[in-house]
């Protein structure tokens, strides 16, 4: 019989097989320093596009100042135990009611951690009856709590209307053999490619199907929509999805995550949800620390103007250089290139070392051989200096990686690596 490590000691899985080669580097880089638009990598300082800190709050003196006496106030024990036993408080509440006013729905929830409040939310709402339709590139969380469906799933091409549609009719004509619901999960922004899901589409299919829309708006969250409330707002249809989910990791650069609904549907999660029935509640400095963050969100809209104009500046900056950055509609701007991984570590290790631009990097298996991604996440916290000294710099790593250096300077690893 087999020892259940020998797996492990003869694989270390589709990522962990690169560790010697990236370690450290590529993958659990170390960035220190303050979260911010500059901050250092192995001693170098170096412009950061990879944190999510949309608006520039993570490190913003009111919010480190909310922070810190909240710290001093409760620890980071209070309060202890599961919300249902012992871990409830007036500010959990007060916290859940301005969340929910400022997505526009009736109630909400809070969560301890995006991922496994969508794993858990997903479980709830769903039996073995019931059929979940969704979209193929759904984050980790979707798909795990996908896992744990009993019951039938269907997942539909990305954002395709086409084969929504079929996929809701197929499930449609199951439902009504087993007697269940449908429930189609999408998210507001995709957050690799930074495509919007296409909720109002979506929506419109509610004339011709019976279904319930969930929609993760990580991304969408304080970055889109008139006020901030996220891609269903920017798409005029907040009111028509039926459970909307946030994290906190993002625009309000902090830990913890909500989902926002009718009163009754709330009130059933509330006691359904097992990531929090049988987890300890949110603490309370993160409780208070969400609360100034999303007072900032309603109270200063020149946060989320200063971010667009990053935005704008970047994206734009960048289609004017000819680079293709695919059909983002969100803050989200990836940069493809073509080129095999060793001269995408290359390249990347040249935007590190000489020009000084820190940006996360995505290869084959996770987007077609052949391509890469480079993902830049704009904040409010970044100038327009930050802008220009990248754009020079992207201009220059094409230019190599066009005229073939970077391969020659792999071309041993590219042998080794079998490329
Ligand atoms: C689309 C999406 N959903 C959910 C999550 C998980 O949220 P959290 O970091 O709060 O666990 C993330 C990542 O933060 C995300 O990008």
Redesign the pocket.
Known sequence: MKDLFDKIYADKGPLGKWADKAEGYFVFPKLEGPISNRMKFQGKDVITWSI?DYLGLANHPEVRKVDAEAGVKYGSAYPMGARMMSGHTDMHEQLQNELAAFVQKEAAYLLN??????VSTIDALVSKDDIIVYDVDA?A?IIDGVRLHAGKRFTYRHNDMESIEKNLMRATKLAEKTGGGILLIS?GVF?MRGEQGKLKEIVALKEKFNFRLFV?D??GFGTLGKTGAGAGEEQGVQDQIDVYFA????SMAS???FIAADQEIIDYLKYNLRSQMFAKSLQMQLVEGALKRLDMLRTMPELKAKLWENVNALQSGLKSRGFDIGTTQSCVTPVYLKGSIPEAMALVKDLRENHGIFCSIVVYPVIPKGLILLRLIPTASHTLQDVEETLAAFSAIREKLETGVYKRLTAAMAAEMGE
Do not use: I, L
Request: hydrophobic share 30%; aromatic share 14%.
């Open positions: 999510n951690f995006g991922y496994q409040g969508m984050h969380c998210e957050g993760d990580a991304h994290t906190f990791a993002k830990t913890g995550a």
